[in-house]
């Protein structure tokens, strides 16, 4: 018996495991990652929970694993239908709603409150606050991210490469001939697993930490202008194969900020309006640095339900499949 929370953050699943992960070997979340990866046993837990039937083609979620030390509230794997991310910024989101609103971590009820946790990229923290008890907004402050490449060659277009505790290429959709709307849904995946594949095995997919190296998803973004307070775009991220990211992408806004940073349209104080396919929104902001910045990222989640999984023995589908 397995059992979930489930949240959603700006309509993008989550879903925490609170009882039945199976032991994870390992001295680090890193560590315990590439232990994930390489058993059968443990790595039944996610397809069970992230497959059909119980689970869907975009479905994303987690494993709570101890943290790197005493610094961390806990530590957690992330996953998704293809296998374990080494970050992931809206369910960084959903972990600070849920640990206030669960008291894991105490939190002021007027105010802001801190949760550190320690994810594969490293350590995060979510700063939620909360008006009369009720959680309003979690910012995730990130990693630090940087630019990679710049204009790089990609068959008939270019993009720019960055990290956000994961590697992204970013790629304007009009270059491919599209929008960022629900009604190209299908051919920004094609293309996003195109370009994914194109660079996947290149230098621009290199991390000085092999295992944080691979190209995670594609960014097709639309630029919408400037508002007062700073840029605002509408972006869609296509992440491991073919899976669509329906918020903004909290570690790929990082991502996007790092490039806007270094364009000068994102100086400190400015912020990012960032839109999702759906049209949910995160915003964003540079708080401080030079060839890598620091990042907060802002959103909020929804509890949308607590689930009890089970797999019969006689089941004929076992752990479930994928339809894409």
């Given at each position: 018996?397995?059992?979930?929370?489930?949240?959603?953050?700006?309509?993008?699943?989550?879903?925490?495991?609170?009882?039945?992960?199976?032991?994870?070997?390992?001295?680090?979340?890193?560590?315990?990652?590439?232990?994930?990866?390489?058993?059968?046993?443990?790595?039944?837990?996610?397809?069970?929970?992230?497959?059909?039937?119980?689970?869907?083609?975009?479905?994303?979620?987690?494993?709570?694993?101890?943290?790197?030390?005493?610094?961390?509230?806990?530590?957690?794997?992330?996953?998704?239908?293809?296998?374990y991310s080494t970050a992931c910024g809206h369910g960084t989101i959903a972990l600070g709603a849920w640990a206030v609103r669960t008291g894991r971590v105490a939190a002021v009820a007027d105010g802001v409150t801190e949760v550190v946790m320690d994810v594969p990229s490293g350590r995060?923290?979510?700063?939620?606050?909360?008006?009369?008890?009720?959680?309003?907004?979690?910012?995730?402050?990130?990693?630090?991210?940087?630019?990679?490449?710049?204009?790089?060659?990609?068959?008939?277009?270019?993009?720019?490469?960055?990290?956000?505790?994961?590697?992204?290429?970013?790629?304007?959709?009009?270059?491919?001939?599209?929008?960022?709307?629900?009604?190209h849904y299908p051919e920004l995946i094609a293309a996003g697993r195109e370009i994914k594949g194109a660079l996947n095995t290149t230098s621009w997919a290199s991390h000085s930490d092999s295992?944080?190296?691979?190209?995670?998803?594609?960014?097709?973004?639309?630029?919408?202008?400037?508002?007062?307070?700073?840029?605002?775009?509408?972006?869609?991220?296509?992440?491991?194969?073919?899976?669509?990211?329906?918020?903004?992408?909290?570690?790929?806004?990082?991502?996007?900020?790092?490039?806007?940073?270094?364009?000068?349209?994102?100086?400190?104080?400015?912020?990012?309006?960032?839109?999702?396919?759906?049209?949910?929104?995160?915003?964003?902001?540079?708080?401080?640095?030079?060839?890598?910045?620091?990042?907060?990222?802002?959103?909020?989640?929804?509890?949308?339900?607590?689930?009890?999984?089970?797999?019969?023995?006689?089941?004929?589908?076992?752990?479930?499949?994928?339809?894409?």
């Amino acid at each position: 018996m397995i059992t979930t929370t489930d949240y959603h953050t700006a309509g993008e699943p989550f879903r925490i495991v609170t009882a039945g992960t199976p032991d994870i070997p390992g001295a680090t979340v890193l560590d315990r990652r590439a232990a994930a990866q390489a058993s059968p046993e443990i790595d039944a837990v996610r397809q069970l929970l992230v497959q059909e039937p119980r689970g869907h083609a975009d479905m994303y979620g987690c494993f709570l694993v101890p943290p790197d030390d005493d610094g961390a509230e806990f530590g957690v794997l992330f996953w998704h239908k293809d296998g374990y991310s080494t970050a992931c910024g809206h369910g960084t989101i959903a972990l600070g709603a849920w640990a206030v609103r669960t008291g894991r971590v105490a939190a002021v009820a007027d105010g802001v409150t801190e949760v550190v946790m320690d994810v594969p990229s490293g350590r995060v923290t979510a700063v939620v606050t909360c008006v009369s008890g009720v959680v309003r907004e979690v910012a995730f402050r990130n990693v630090d991210a940087y630019v990679i490449g710049r204009d790089v060659p990609v068959g008939s277009t270019r993009v720019d490469v960055s990290y956000g505790g994961a590697i992204y290429a970013s790629v304007p959709a009009s270059s491919v001939g599209l929008t960022v709307s629900p009604s190209h849904y299908p051919e920004l995946i094609a293309a996003g697993r195109e370009i994914k594949g194109a660079l996947n095995t290149t230098s621009w997919a290199s991390h000085s930490d092999s295992r944080l190296s691979g190209i995670y998803g594609t960014i097709f973004y639309d630029d919408l202008g400037d508002t007062p307070s700073g840029p605002h775009q509408r972006s869609v991220t296509i992440f491991a194969d073919g899976q669509v990211d329906r918020s903004p992408c909290g570690s790929g806004t990082s991502a996007r900020l790092a490039l806007l940073a270094a364009d000068g349209r994102l100086p400190i104080g400015a912020v990012l309006t960032h839109d999702s396919i759906i049209g949910t929104r995160f915003t964003g902001r540079v708080l401080s640095g030079g060839s890598s910045v620091a990042t907060e990222v802002s959103g909020n989640a929804y509890l949308t339900g607590e689930c009890t999984f089970s797999l019969d023995p006689d089941d004929e589908v076992g752990r479930g499949f994928v339809l894409r």
